[in-house]
């Protein structure tokens, strides 16, 4: 990152010259035997963090993890990746967090490219084991000399005799804490080099925006290896002394038992899952606890209609969040006015934050008017790893995230869909999005996805995925409906194909690539 914008973070206070092994032992000091982590019965408190983080640092060193290795953390939602985490942290390990649901290919790629040491993994998830995983990502990338599962995790926590020694060669803040993957939905995923400075500034941030204290139980009710839910979520909720329940699987009977039985107070999901857990509500009226106050929503794009379901189904506030991996993050405040929590994802998070929605040249376009959201600030990233892919930043370090937005005149950002999303027939412009609201307005359709693709006529097509409640529903009947609306004649999608679910990626958002891959097969 550019030195003056580093200097001037220090000296504004954004980046605090601190390690996230230092913090953990100061959240120690100042929330000592106060619940860090709960999975049923199994808790934490923060002076237990502490220590397990400290024993497991001593556990990693014996085992031959230095200062700067890459290690990769394919962990669960469980108490322990909380100390796995800051262990390694400890010890100036680099943490490359990698979603459960991933698998040989993209592991084994990720482990090549970060020239990974090392490999945390749980050993058995569902009805996946881990070991066959493990071994065939060891034999891909030979610099893999170290795995470790959770269950000896477990017992190094409980290892009084492992004792981190004197003189350890310390990290400092602004070196690399993570490396996180990016989130695009095709191939393997890029690398980013997130520091300890860059990336606290950013939790501190979300939790003081979210209103987190000691008394927040936050529900990680999905992956705590994606960044989304290890900033807010996770060490949100670290740095201000609240509690983190555990739910091991995100299905929304679990996170509705979850949230009534351990009185929580916020939670963060990807719209896929709300949808879920808002068509359990029948059952969640059951339960007696309205102790959330807060959900957060975001990872992709939010219709208005999924956020007033869940705020008048689960009475609390809705936050709307965009932010990806490479750092920037926008959301709306939870005293906004309800026109903004419904239609836009809020603004930046910090003052330091440089959004600038753009055209083609990079020129800033007027409020109002659709563009590329481009982003530079102090938690955002101006390289990726390797310095692979530059053309994704700007001469002057703007990240080009490829997501097409309009801010609005009250200063809030709307995101409307990634940039390659926009489908060009013949000439005329069609917003994927335009299409699926129409869409979702008759009775009986409970979601659509809208995609261009290839078509030997017009060059391209537009194919509409539909989510029914109504199996005697047909083709003919959506196209009468949509013809009666107010879509214009050249946006109407010439197939539509019904689903009876939606496929998902490794977080929980729809899988356009499998999409895709149904598309052609119903093509040939
Ligand atoms: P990841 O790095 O996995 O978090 O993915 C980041 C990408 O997810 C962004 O570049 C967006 O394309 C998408 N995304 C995240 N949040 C939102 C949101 N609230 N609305 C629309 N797209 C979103």
Redesign the pocket.
Known sequence: MNANRVKEYIEKGFWLKKTYGDLVQEWAAQYGGRLAVRDGDDTMTYRQLALYAERLAAAFLKKGIRKGDRVLLQMCNTVTIAPAYFGLFRIGAVVIPVYPALRETEVSAIAKEAEAAAYLCTEQYLDFSYRALTEAVCAAAETVRTVIYEQELKEYCQDASLVLPDGLPAPAFDDTAFL?????STGIPKL?ERTHADHYYSVRKCAEICGLDKNSVYLAAMPLT???FICTGLFGTFCTGGTVVMSYVPSPDELLRLIDEAHVTMTSLVPAVAKMCLEMQPIFAEYGSDSLKLLQ??????EPELVSACESSFQCRVM???????GII?CTRPDDPADAVLYS?GREISEADEIRIVDENLCEVPDGTAGELIARGPYTVDHYYHNIRPEKFTPDGFYR???RAVRRSDGNIT????MDAVINRGGEKITPAEVEDALRKHPAVRDAVVLGHDDPDTGTAVCAFVLCSDPSLTEQDITAFLRGGSLAAFKQPDRILFCTEFPLTA?G?TDVKALRKMLDEVKE
């Open positions: 996180l993957l990016s989130g695009g980013i994606h960044n989304f929503l975001g990872g992709a794009v939010v709307q969040i965009y932010g990806m991996s490479e926008t994802q995230t490829g997501d995101v409307l869909g990634r977080v958002k």
